[in-house]
């Protein structure tokens, strides 16, 4: 029997990787090696002629003319550097809103649920399976500025006795509370959904050992409750910061206005702006993925650390 | 007093915590945490409300008799027959191939990505050997990066190495590369659940690796498989940033038709169209929790398949 297993098992050492193959090399070739090609552009060079980019996949070949004017137009105030302070602000006040807004919700479904707890999941998880777009749409058509045919939300304010006039909602101050908004909107579902993961494994009797012990309410909450959850804020926080960081629709969409873009609609006039800005899109790229680097590997790590907890 | 005459003390007022007095409510909550405290529950039905009435406006108007995006004006299917009846005055020639594109590439991608995905998840979960690792490393990456940087990343790809013409099939290409990392997940829980006693049995028996697979772990991960499907059409049809980076011409989806006319075109026909697509996307999302909760209560599992949704982490 021994040797027969012994067979199984050394038949079983190649058939489980071959398994997995067709999907590591398909990352490989769309996942991975496209990270190189933004690489190769940003480090390349331009035809003298048509300015066509020359990708250099010779990493002895790459030159940083580009990259580094690109990477000092961050160190000069105005244009991309504006961009990217206007970016960390509204990703920061975004999340904390999120933060503020949603700790509530996941605290109560996951506590107060009760019989209604399908119901309430099913009404929060909603908005995740929702395009995106449709979503921002919804508010386009609420904030709409259009003097023939203003938005709900201004029919709704003209109503008061001292709003006399539509609110521009896609300019001057008021336009970054648009975006923000938007981008509360959007991200919120996801960063509730892991803090009520968190929330609901936290074992009750910890909390009763807590209050028999004397603590107050309060004191439960904050020395018990919230440090038991830290794990899943933090997982909320990261997983809506990643894409915020390389939003570029729904500034566009919100409102439209320079005054409001991101990085991410830098990289997209880039791109999208025919091939001679390639190399200078590539180095956006490449510089906001190193900035976010570091919160994708953190999120990862803990991730991996969690699943291994769980299997044990 | 020390600390265990402390603790005895109020475990022994706890009786008093449990019938509070009567001093407001806040007061009442803090007095007795395990009550339902009503603050916590009308905010969250505020949040709730706020969350889907703005959806729920943008579909009631694409019902509107006028072109108004903010006063209703009776109910009509003027918008929605502006999508196929070409005798409409309100007829977009563009909604109609913008929907079949949208469509063929959300069903090409379910079978492709699961393929792949539940492949991945079953080797994964059972390769012990070096490499299994990095692996597991490397199909997670898709979630967490931001859809500008894969999209950036395979444009450049494609029209700088691969040589491969943007349109419908690079599009597929991509659809496929960020659904394969959801697939593994949904595989790999049912996979953790169902554990290696089976296989092992049925190798036990005489099966072969492959045998015991396709005999037995494929009917088991049936669930998932299908749920897989589903998801990976709802995430399909939804995508916005990879589908315009890989979209040279005559592959406009419905979500870059949206984006593109949001702001400009001033009807409810994308009203209309943002509804037919979100009403797909909730359908398949509803026949995928139908078929993990009916594996669930046949196995008798206690917990509903909206709360394994709700635990839907990577």
Known sequence: MALATGGVVGQRRWYYPALAAPGIIWLILLFV?????????????????????????????????????????????????????????????????????????????????????????????????????????????????????????????????????????????????????????????????????????????????????????ASTFWRVTLPLSKQGILAGAVIIMLPMFGDYYTPNLMTASPGNTMVGNAIDFALQGGQGQQPKGASLTLLLSAFIGALMIYYLVSVARAAKEARR | MTTTEAATQAALERPAVVAPPKIGRIRTFFANPWGKPRFLSVWTWLYIIWSIAPVLIAVQFSFNAGRSRSTFQGFSMQWYQAIWDNTSENFDETLLPALGQSLKLALLTMPIATALGVGLAIGLARWRGRGAGSANFLMLFPLVTPEIVMGASMFLIFSNLYHFRLGTGAQLLGHVTFSISYVVIVTRGRLFAIGGDYEEAAMDLGASPAGAIRRVLIPLLMPAILSSFFIVFAISIDDFVISTYLCAQDCTTIPIKIYSAARNAGNPSLNAIATIMMVLSLISIAIAVLILSAFNRRHGSEASAVEDFARFEI
């Open chain 1, 33 to 217: 090696l496209p990270f190189y090609a933004i690489a190769a552009v940003a480090f390349g060079t331009r035809d003298q002629i048509f300015a066509l980019p020359i990708p250099a996949w010779n990493p002895l070949e790459w030159q940083f003319e580009t990259f580094t004017s690109t990477a000092s137009e961050f160190l000069r105030s105005g244009g991309i550097q504006a961009q990217f302070i206007r970016t960390l602000v509204y990703v920061v006040v975004s999340v904390s809103i999120c933060f503020v807004v949603g700790y509530p919700v996941a605290y109560y479904i996951a506590r107060y649920g009760g019989r209604l707890k399908v119901l309430l999941l099913t009404l929060m998880i909603a908005p995740f399976w929702m395009s995106y777009l449709m979503r921002m749409l919804a508010w386009v058509n609420l904030l709409s500025v259009k003097p023939e045919d203003p938005g709900l939300v201004n029919r709704l304010l003209m109503t008061l006795p001292f709003v006399d006039h539509p609110i521009a909602w896609n300019s001057g101050t008021v336009s970054h509370l648009t975006v923000i908004l938007g981008l509360v909107y959007g991200y919120i579902p996801f960063f509730i959904l892991p803090l009520y993961a968190a929330l609901d494994r936290i074992d009750k009797s910890q909390l009763e050992a807590a209050r028999d012990m004397g603590a107050s309410p």
